[in-house]
């Protein structure tokens, strides 16, 4: 039997200003799914990160997060629905330890004890950090910063965690590990995964399907394992 | 060209060594990769050079000018301009103007000449003009009037390119200029970096994309807790089994 979608966007267009960027995109993403987003710059795969999370109005189109409508998205709503954004370029509080910026990361739980349950698991997954907790975050590298953002985003334990980019200021060693590591979060917290990835290869590795943005619109949408064959993957993406 | 170089530079952050006494002289009209683990102390060092971040020990020249102690837009106008891995662009407006602003020597920054405005509005027309044929070398001239945080990502970076030659910098410090770049322009990318080494341009830059580095590195420096372990030409430096196993496995 097929997983349920978490996620259900119905030709959905968006834009900044007048400029339309989105032009009637449609994709769902089931629970325990990775769905990778890839294209050129400038094809609205940012776009439709921020549309998802309500960072940017939807104009057009429909939206649901498990069988149910969302009307205008706004990104608190979105995080009380298990919804998690990491945006490009390891956003973080650079003044703000490493446990700060976790507890900033669960700031909309209720109680302290959940806190720290999150703020545990979420260390778990990257026992780097564990060792810097008090570590300023600015001090750390551009690998420990991206390690945190992503941290930051499992203190709620996400149903669905929307990812920009997550390997971009890597090094070659790290990049792999940590994409191996996001299939691990997704298989092990059964979370569904919408992620936006410039290094292909790598992502194809453990998405499960995947779907390339061109000009706004969908050009190609498959299993991953279609897009594995290097002139095939020539002729949609590159 | 005028040399560039470090000595005995050392910088710690909460006690932690990120730089630990480094003596590097860059190669003249040469493109310069910094390769390493993160956390190797890359960007720190690129800080150091430019004035953001103050050494705890050590000095930069250029030429016979010791610029460590200068802030960082003092360094720009001599001549050493960067890129940031989270780029500092102005996101609210539009993209011309962020490449108006990153022009040296403007007759309208001083008070008096903002007040007289004499021969303002004849650089202003000279500077928009550079301005759109660097935009159009990086692709991004039909973008011009589009705000610049509506950009993508890969847009901004070349935008921060293109800022960084708008300032007609002799010496280019760029922190990971491909990353996060469609493979197609990255390509451009590396052609445009490799034509401004032609011109006489001093590239240094910080790259995780190995192929990258291969492709247009004169001389590569492989830095690793704050200190060289190896430099060279990069068919020597990237073949040797050591940094394979410590970077690139």
Not at chain 1, 141 to 151: I, T
Not at chain 2, 177 to 203: F, N
Request: proline residues 4%; contains cysteine.
């Amino acid at each position: 039997m097929p997983e349920a979608s978490v996620l259900e966007v119905k030709n959905l267009v968006s834009g900044y200003g007048k400029r339309e960027v989105l032009k009637g995109v449609s994709i769902n993403v089931a629970s325990i799914e990775i769905l990778a987003i890839i294209g050129h710059n400038g094809a609205g795969k940012t776009t439709l990160l921020k549309a998802i999370f309500g960072l940017i109005p939807i104009w057009e189109g429909e939206l649901s997060l498990n069988g149910g409508t969302m009307r205008s998205p706004n990104p608190i709503e979105m995080l009380a629905h298990g919804v998690a954004y990491v945006p490009q370029g390891n956003r973080v509080f650079t003044e703000l330890t490493v446990r700060e910026n976790l507890e900033m990361g669960g700031v909309t739980l209720r109680s302290k004890a959940s806190l720290t349950e999150g703020i545990e698991r979420a260390v778990d997954m990257f026992p780097a950090l564990k060792l810097k907790l008090h570590r300023t975050a600015g001090t750390l590298s551009g690998g420990e910063k991206q390690m945190l953002a992503l941290s930051n985003a499992l203190v709620l334990s996400p149903r669905l965690l929307l990812l920009d980019e997550p390997s971009l200021g890597l090094a070659p060693r790290l990049v792999s590990e940590a994409l191996m590591r996001i299939k691990q979060i997704s298989t092990d917290s059964r979370t569904a995964v919408l992620i936006v990835e410039q290094k292909v290869r790598e992502v194809l590795k453990i998405a499960d399907r995947v779907c390339v943005l061109r000009n706004g619109r969908v050009s190609f949408s498959g299993p991953s394992k279609d897009l594995v064959d290097e002139t095939k993957l020539r002729e949609v993406y590159l | 060209m005028e040399s560039f170089r470090c000595k005995g530079l050392s910088k710690s952050f909460d006690g932690v060594r990120a730089i630990a006494d480094l003596d590097i002289e860059f190669p003249s009209s040469e493109i310069t990769s910094i390769i390493g683990p993160n956390g190797a102390g890359k960007t720190t060092l690129i800080n150091l050079l430019t004035g953001f971040v103050r050494p705890d020990v050590g000095r930069c020249f250029l030429g016979e000018h010791d610029i460590t102690r200068l802030a960082p837009d003092r360094i720009a106008r001599l001549g050493v301009a960067r890129t940031f891995q989270d780029l500092k662009l102005i996101l609210q407006v539009p993209v011309l103007d962020n490449m108006m602003l990153a022009r040296p020597h403007q007759a309208g920054e001083t008070l008096i000449g903002a007040l007289l405005r004499i021969g303002v509005a004849k650089e202003e027309m000279r500077n928009r003009d550079e301005a759109i044929r660097l935009l159009r070398l990086v692709g991004l001239e039909e973008k011009a009037t589009d705000l610049a945080g509506e950009l993508s990502y890969g847009q901004q970076k070349l935008l921060t390119l293109a800022c960084c030659l708008a300032t007609e910098a002799q010496i280019l410090l760029l922190d990971e200029p491909v990353a996060g770049v469609h493979p197609d322009m990255a390509d451009k990318i590396l052609d445009l970096m490799r034509t401004l080494r032609d011109e006489g341009k001093l590239i240094l830059f910080i790259e995780h994309d190995i192929s990258a580095v291969r492709r247009i590195a004169d001389h590569v420096i492989v830095l690793d807790h704050g200190k060289v372990r190896a430099q060279g030409p990069p068919r020597e430096v990237l073949e040797r089994p050591e940094i394979m196993e410590a970077y690139l496995a």
